[in-house]
């Protein structure tokens, strides 16, 4: 019964580092294409007139 327990526990670890992994790798990348954008908006100011 133990035994059971504690692959399951082992899988369940598993996926949640590989989860962990993913989301900080989404994360940068949402964070980098922000950054980007930003300084597009910054860059493209200048030729708005009103």
């Known amino acids: 019964m133990n035994e059971k327990i504690y692959k399951s526990m082992k899988k369940v670890g598993g996926f949640s580092i ?13 964070g980098v294409l922000n950054i980007v954008n930003g300084a597009r908006l910054l ?3 200048a030729e708005i007139m009103f």
């Open 18 to 30: 590989a989860l962990g992994v993913i989301m900080i790798v989404s994360g940068v990348t949402i």
């Open 43 to 45: 860059k493209e100011k």
